[in-house]
Nanobody
Framework: QVQLVESGGGLVQAGGSLRLSCAAS????????MGWFRQSPGKEREFVAC????????YYADSVKGRFTISRDNAKNTVYLEMSSLKSEDTAVYYC?????????????????WGQGTQVTVSS
């Protein structure tokens, strides 16, 4: 069983930055593809970014490309999401997810483990 705990959310002004962290339990964290998703009220959960198990490949949604950066530290069992040039439309609950089979995926159903989410609110 893997537990994921997100942190780092909060209130920020448009144009500002935040860094989200996701700490994972479990010995096999380094073999998982890790992803970030977000969900706004009334909307479906959407893909934000994911990173392969060694961190050699990252994938981003078009809406965040060039503004967000995903990274991981396997020694610390932690994945990060650096967010800059934040916009009001980035406001959402952000979720960390793990794909235990190591497949790169942008669909929530492909991920096996989820964190509880952290709120990010961008004020305009």
């Amino acid at each position: 069983q893997v537990q994921l705990v997100e942190s780092g959310g909060g209130l920020v002004q448009a144009g500002g930055s935040l860094r989200l962290s996701c700490a994972a339990s479990g010995r096999t964290f380094s073999s998982y593809v890790m992803g970030w998703f977000r969900q706004s009220p009334g909307k479906e959960r959407e893909f934000v970014a994911c990173i392969t198990w060694r961190g050699e490949n990252m994938y981003y949604a078009d809406s965040v490309k060039g503004r967000f950066t995903i990274s991981r530290d396997n020694a610390k069992n932690t994945v990060y999401l650096e967010m800059s040039s934040l916009k009001s439309e980035d406001t959402a609950v952000y979720y960390c997810a793990a794909d235990a089979y190591g497949y790169v995926a942008t669909i929530p159903n492909e991920y096996d483990y989820w964190g509880q989410g952290t709120q990010v609110t961008v004020s305009s």
